[in-house]
Every structure is written in structure tokens, then in C-alpha cells.
């Protein structure tokens, strides 16, 4: 079956199948690291941050609602489990991957890891745990924390982007998370 993602205004086409989800994973990590060459307007802040200014507030809050699609969000009627510090995230397992989502303020988090991953929830703990104690940029709009594991790469790949306005503002690395928020949290 072909399936067509939209992320950052780019376009990827592939094939699925009965590991759809892991494809999916894989798809969202090669959209970010292409994604700066599907933007040419997007500029680097620094070296770790670029910056694309959309032609509207929506399309900047769409841009974002692409990274969490990409990636694929939990369904409203997931379990719920407690990750620490009065944070209850919905799970979804499937097709090989199990995932969490929870929302801080105006941020939605996302983690997608691999069904045989046992340290699918600690990450998320973890996450939960650095961010009680850290805070990210507030965005004017939204914000998304997307982290992904895939079969086809050991490393984990963490995209971090929020919306001030009409510009967004992400980063995306091959990192843990812990290592990609703090340049986030050191952002502002």
C-alpha cells in the first residue's frame, strides 16, 4: 500500500506493510534530517536550531500538527499510565511499536520505541523526570517533543519544535532526549 507524509512542507512517498508502524518511524526520521533541504527558507538560529517563518500563524500551527502526524498520535481511548510528577501519559501498542503521548502546557510529547524496547516507559520517566525540573521555550501556538526508534538505526531520534507566531522553531538530532532538551531548555 503507498502512504504519502507530509512533514515541514515536504513530501515522502513509500510503501507499507504488516510493519507499517516501523516504516512510519523510519519515514519521520529521514523527512527531518531532509527537511532543511525541503525548506529553503528555513534558516539555522545556531547550529542546533533552524528557523522557518511560515505566511501565517496556521500554517506555522499545521507545520507542527505534521511532525505529531508523522509520527502518529495516540488514539483519545488509550490506556492511561503514570510516568511520575502528576503526569499521565496515553499508550498505544501495535504493529511493533508501543508508544506514549502526554502533554505539558502548551507541549505534546510523543515517544515511539520498538515493541521489544523494555526501556520504552523509563525513557519516558525520564523525560517526565528532566522536565519537572527544566523548562522548554513557552511557544506562542504549540510545541512538540517527537522521539522515535527505529529497527534501521540503534541511535534514537529526537525532533523538538515549537510555534512563536508565524515562525517555527526546531531541532532534530540523532540523540536521547534528555541530550536535545536541554538545547531546547537553554534556548530561551
Do not use: C
Amino acid at each position: 500500500m503507498a502512504e504519502t507524509n507530509s512533514f515541514f512542507g515536504g513530501t515522502a512517498t513509500g510503501t507499507t506493510d504488516g510493519n507499517q508502524a516501523a516504516a512510519s518511524s523510519t519515514k519521520t526520521q529521514q523527512n527531518a534530517a531532509k527537511s532543511s533541504a525541503l525548506n529553503p527558507a528555513a534558516v539555522k538560529v545556531n547550529k542546533d536550531i533552524a528557523v522557518h517563518t511560515y505566511g501565517s500563524t496556521a500554517a506555522a500551527a499545521k507545520a507542527i500538527a505534521n511532525i505529531e502526524q508523522g509520527i502518529g498520535l495516540v488514539g483519545p481511548n488509550a490506556h492511561t499510565y503514570s510516568l511520575g510528577n502528576s503526569i499521565r501519559a496515553k499508550w498505544a501498542g501495535a504493529m511493533g511499536v508501543q508508544k506514549y503521548q502526554w502533554q505539558e502546557g502548551r507541549w505534546t510529547i510523543i515517544t515511539s520505541f520498538l515493541s521489544t524496547d523494555v526501556n520504552a516507559k523509563k525513557t519516558a520517566e525520564q523525560m517526565v523526570s528532566y522536565l519537572h525540573t527544566h523548562s522548554l521555550p513557552v511557544p506562542k501556538g504549540t510545541g512538540t517533543v517527537v522521539l522515535s526508534e527505529s529497527s534501521n538505526s540503534p541511535k534514537l531520534h529526537t525532533v523538538i519544535a515549537w510555534q512563536v507566531g508565524k515562525k517555527v522553531y526546531r531541532i532534530s538530532k540523532n540523540e536521547g532526549p534528555i541530550s536535545v532538551l536541554r538545547i531546547a531548555v537553554n534556548a530561551h
